[in-house]
């Protein structure tokens, strides 16, 4: 099976802008969650997608948000950067139910903002 | 609010040793621990995790020890080897109906010296 795979994995913009970060989860998972990890926060939980609807949020301010697809895969997006939105962004998939608990890691979209 | 507080931040030990990672967490309604290990420039990848109504698990040379009255638990990595320098993360997740969102711990960053 393909991992989780996430595009672009580099990515650098700019003060005010806006950018959308995309995640395909491995085949057969049908929940996607997204972290963001900086050295000084660690990793830290952004949201959680199950079946298209928004399942969990962390404690992020509302210029980050979700969206899942019918396909399972996922995207982000932050409006109106600021320089401390640079980080790793990591997308995990897994199954769903207690028995279930295994998530899988991409190998994350760097952001840098300038 | 940190709530898994993980320890030391950083260690240096010898090929052959063993190394010692150790978490704490606070909140009673996590029921799922895992341990994830991250080489740079790749996503955490789970290692071994534990539920809490088992005292240790051990997987090759790794083992987690968990003490559900002190809301310990615990990574040993026996016969450290120099592949094993990583950042190791603990984590804990909660009830099914929470979701999947995992709590991270700080991370450990792991030398091993041959």
């Known amino acids: 099976k393909a991992g989780v795979t996430q595009t672009p994995r580099y990515l650098i913009k700019t003060r005010g802008q806006q950018v959308t970060l995309s995640c395909s989860p491995i085949?057969?998972?049908?929940?996607v969650s997204w972290y963001q990890q900086t050295p000084g926060q660690g990793l830290q939980f952004l949201f959680e997608?199950?079946?298209?609807?928004?399942?969990n949020k962390g404690n992020f301010p509302g210029r980050f948000s979700g969206r899942q697809f019918s396909n399972s895969r996922s995207e982000m997006n932050v409006s109106t950067l600021e320089l401390g939105d640079s980080a790793l962004y990591l997308c995990?998939?897994?199954?769903?139910?207690?028995?279930?608990?295994?998530?899988?890691f991409g190998p994350g979209t760097r952001l840098l903002v300038l | 609010q940190q709530q898994v507080k993980q320890s030391p931040q950083s260690l240096i030990v010898q090929k052959g040793g063993i190394s010692i990672i150790n978490c704490a967490y606070e909140?009673?309604?996590?029921?799922?621990f895992p341990w994830y290990q991250q080489f740079p420039g790749k996503g955490p990848a789970l290692l071994i995790a534990?539920?809490?109504?088992?005292s240790e698990k051990k997987e090759g040379r790794f083992t987690i020890s968990f003490n559900k009255s002190a809301k310990q638990f615990s990574l040993h990595i026996m016969d450290s080897q120099p592949g094993d320098s990583a950042t190791y993360f603990c984590?804990?997740?909660?009830?099914?109906?929470?979701?999947?969102?995992?709590?991270f711990g700080g991370g450990t960053r792991v030398l091993v010296k041959p």
């Open positions: 995990a998939s897994g199954l769903f139910g207690a028995s279930q608990e295994t998530q899988y």
């Open positions: 085949s057969g998972h049908r929940s």
């Open positions: 997608y199950f079946s298209e609807t928004q399942r």
């Open positions: 909140n009673t309604a996590f029921d799922y």
């Open positions: 534990i539920r809490p109504d088992v």
């Open positions: 984590a804990a997740k909660g009830w099914e109906a929470a979701g999947n969102k995992l709590t």
